[in-house]
């Protein structure tokens, strides 16, 4: 670990005594101790890794119900992240001479909280990952870019910002499988130890306090429910967007800016100061170095730049970061792709934007349309609430009671903020809650954690200091075991709509495969695997995703209600299965009962006839009468 | 600020490590030749396009990292790679002209060449800004 060699090059005692790296003060004990913690430290990390890996065998995920796989996670899992959380508490106190360990911690923790379902289920988690499987697959078929195809869906969207279907095109033919779904339900994983080094070299940016580094980093995974790191665009592109965003708050300080910034007397003790300054032509080859890193955000995700020219351009605020180049150049790359490869999609959102603009409420709704329901639902989304509000909370303590810390890292706090205000511009999909959740949340893990560690071990021998101490010794265990135990509901209790046993995913495949080219397929969502199989073939109409009250409407007479709205002429093949009924209860999109209500009502019409039933599924294929005179509307 | 003193001359563990990462992106192009599906392919393959050009662009410093840079080389390179390969596919796929050898031939000669000459000149990469300034010289 390169940073082991950092801290193991410095001589004892060449540092000043009031530069010297918190954590480093705070094993200033005796030497039996140090030794106990020599050999506690990797056995806590074995052990917690063994229990994780023994909890596996031990987890029912076939039969998942109300708490998705929360109530089916043996205790031993839980046992696993317990003693990961006291060995990290037990590595941290060591984090400056011994960083090897913080982070060993930090990637076990990734796996303990995110491997299981890559390694149990024998499905895709996440039925939006099979729609970029599916993107994937399309794209090898044809062997090129369609951006302006004008597929169903807005499906060529995949195709004008297409960055990640071509990387995963790629990996898919160099590993020589036959679809991303070999490795996808590993992303999550590969996502967060690319990530994870990238949040180091943030943090390390605004402290000297390794404690407070890997604190920050441990924090911000347990917090990070959110489910952006799937197989999707925007997981890669929010690692760039992290990637540029480090790279200019280290090597874009603008000269003659630092103030008493640089000055130890005015620093919090576990500040760093601000990294040195750079002249012009330095920051001019620093943009032509981010470069190919923007324009591959651009060519990933259509969201993501604007979330990363929105914070470049709240650092501007700063005269530290004050870089309109930088700024400029980002702008016309991002102008430049959506006025070309993603011209479709970018003029129709401009064409929204006055109906969109200043909603703030419906902006910021969570999903398309309906409310939880389900105690798993519910419970995962009062999780998730109580989650973003406990990180908020204890980084809004951080922000006001060490000021000097919040001067210093100023630019973080600012990009974390910046994107906020997108509230007021677009919903994305019902998506946007999450995305400025996730992109204000490396600060917010941030702060959060300068709230849970004293400000300088040994640095203060006074009182209230002390008291301090004391409290943070006891809130930050706490602290870390309140945020595990949420993320736990908020990322699993779900898991009942998250995974589809192959056989029901099979059913979709062969009812889809059934249609003919330019025909309809019919379902009550597009969340559930396969359902953009063929879909540069076969359109679709997931006539549920709509508000509950037209949904109530349609469940008087669906058959009707569809065959009313179907173009004359369509072969179209209706698809209800299982995970439908799951998504649709979970999400409220349905009333209780609304699915099988839907389900046998278009089974007894004459309209529709069952081309395949099963206990997990059913399809039912549109049949015309033959002597309606007006036909179909 | 203080001068950098680390000898120019570069160490044979410094010349293994380069050497490795220049010939990383053929030795996934040969791991290509094995069977489908057969899993030898996957870790030559992965580790080459998550690392190999982000570690070949940021890494060979003729004087060496200093410690402080170590540890943004290392957490740069693999979303460069990335990003690199994303760019490089997407053209391919835009051109109509994607195979894995055009894929992994242009990538794996840009890390070669890229592994041959000094890395790319971040300011932090040559004076350590990443951390505590913390230079003997």
Same mark, same amino acid.
Request: hydrophobic residues 50%; aromatic residues 4%.
């Given at each position: 670990m390169p940073q082991q060699h950092q801290e193991a090059a410095v001589p004892a005692g060449t540092a000043a005594p009031d530069r010297a790296d918190p &954590?480093?003060? @705070?094993?200033? &004990? !005796?030497?039996?101790?140090?030794?106990? $913690?020599t050999w506690l430290t990797p056995a806590l990390l074995v052990l917690g890794l063994g229990l994780w890996g023994a909890s596996l065998p031990l987890t029912d995920f076939r039969t998942m119900a109300d708490y998705g796989l929360l109530d089916r996670l043996p205790p031993v899992f839980y046992a696993s992240l317990a003693v990961l959380t006291a060995g990290f508490l037990v590595a941290l106190r060591r984090a400056g001479t011994a960083p090897v360990w913080p982070s060993a911690y930090c990637a076990g923790l990734l796996v303990a909280l995110k491997a299981g379902p890559a390694v149990l289920y024998d499905a895709v988690r996440y039925p939006w990952a099979s729609k970029h499987d599916a993107v994937v697959t399309t794209l090898l078929g044809t062997g090129e870019l369609r951006p302006h195809a004008a597929l169903s869906g807005n499906m060529s969207a995949y195709d004008q910002w297409p960055g990640f279907f071509t990387l995963n095109a790629a990996l898919v033919r160099a590993f020589g499988v036959e679809s991303t779904? @070999?490795? $996808?339900?590993?992303?999550?994983?590969?996502? %967060?130890?690319?990530l994870i080094p990238v949040l180091v070299l943030l943090y390390r940016t605004f402290t000297e306090d390794w404690r407070l580094v890997w604190t920050a980093v441990w924090i911000f995974q347990l917090a990070n429910w959110v489910g952006q790191d799937y197989l999707a665009p925007q997981g890669l592109a929010y690692v760039l967007h992290l990637t540029v965003l480090a790279v200019v708050l280290r090597h874009f300080v603008r000269p003659g800016s630092a103030g008493r910034l640089r000055d130890r007397t005015a620093l919090d003790p576990a500040a760093a100061t601000v990294p040195p300054a750079t002249t012009t032509r330095q920051r001019?080859?620093?943009?032509?170095?981010?470069? *190919?890193?923007i324009l591959a955000v651009n060519a990933i995700?259509? $969201?993501?730049?604007?979330?990363?020219?929105?914070? $470049?351009?709240?650092?501007? /605020?700063?005269?530290r970061y004050r870089n309109l180049g930088l700024l400029a150049v980002t702008g016309l790359i991002m102008l430049a792709w959506d006025l070309t490869m993603g011209r479709p999609l970018f003029l129709e959102t401009l064409g929204t934007l006055k109906e969109s603009l200043g909603r703030l409420t419906?902006?910021?709704r969570a999903g398309y349309a309906g409310q939880l329901t389900g105690p798993g639902p519910e419970l995962a989304g009062r999780a998730a609430i109580a989650m973003a509000l406990a990180v908020v909370l204890c980084a809004g303590i951080a922000v006001l009671v060490r000021r000097r810390l919040t001067r210093s890292a100023l630019p973080l706090l600012l990009a974390s903020a910046a994107p906020v205000p997108l509230f007021a511009v677009n919903d994305y999909g019902g998506e946007m809650l999450f995305r400025v959740y996730l992109f204000g949340l490396p600060g917010a893990a941030f702060f959060a954690a300068a709230a849970l560690l004293p400000a300088a071990a040994g640095a203060r021998r006074s009182h209230a200091a002390r008291v301090r101490r004391r409290l943070a010794a006891v809130a930050l265990p706490a602290v870390l075991l309140v945020l595990t135990a949420g993320f736990l509901p908020a990322y699993y209790g779900k898991d009942a709509m998250y995974y589809t046993p192959p056989a029901e995913s099979a059913l979709v495949t062969r009812a889809i495969d059934r249609i003919p080219e330019g025909g309809l397929l019919l379902a009550t969502s597009g969340s559930f695997p396969q359902a953009l199989h063929r879909y540069d073939r076969v359109e679709h109409w997931w006539f549920c995703e709509q508000e509950l009250p037209e949904n109530e409407k349609m469940l008087a007479d669906p058959a009707r209600y569809l065959a009313d709205r179907l173009p004359p002429g369509t072969a179209a093949h209706v698809v209800l299965t299982r995970t439908q009924d799951v998504y649709t209860a979970g999400e409220g999109l349905l009333p209780p009962g %609304?699915? @099988?209500? /839907?389900?046998?009502? /278009?089974?007894?019409? !004459?309209?529709f006839r069952v081309v395949e039933e099963r206990p997990y599924g059913i399809v039912l294929a549109y049949t015309p009468p033959t002597t309606t005179p007006g036909g179909a509307s | 600020?203080?001068?950098?003193?680390? *000898?120019?001359?570069?160490?044979? &563990?410094?010349?293994?490590?380069? @050497?490795?990462? &220049?010939?990383s992106g053929w030795l996934a192009l040969a791991a290509t030749l094995l069977p489908d599906g057969s899993v030898p392919r996957w870790p030559p393959v992965l580790l080459f396009v998550c690392l190999g050009p982000g570690l070949a662009l940021l890494h060979p410093q003729p004087r060496g990292l200093r410690p402080g840079a170590r540890l943004e080389s290392f957490a740069l390179a693999a979303p460069l790679s990335l990003a690199l390969a994303s760019l490089a596919a997407t053209v391919l796929f835009l051109l109509g002209a994607f195979s894995v050898p055009a894929f992994l031939v242009p990538l794996a000669a840009f890390t070669t060449v890229a592994a041959l000459l000094p890395g790319l000149p971040l300011p932090a990469a040559t004076r350590g800004a990443a951390g505590p300034a913390r230079e003997r010289g």
């Open positions: &954590a480093d003060r @705070a094993v200033r &004990a !005796p030497r039996r101790t140090g030794s106990a $913690l779904a @070999a490795y $996808l339900n590993w992303a999550p994983i590969v996502l %967060g130890l690319v001019a080859v620093g943009v032509l170095v981010l470069s *190919p890193l995700h259509q $969201l993501t730049p604007v979330m990363l020219c929105v914070v $470049l351009a709240a650092l501007c /605020l700063t005269r419906q902006n910021s %609304g699915f @099988a209500l /839907l389900r046998d009502r /278009l089974k007894a019409s !004459p309209l | 600020m203080t001068t950098h003193r680390t *000898p120019a001359r570069t160490s044979p &563990a410094r010349r293994a490590a380069r @050497a490795a990462v &220049a010939a």
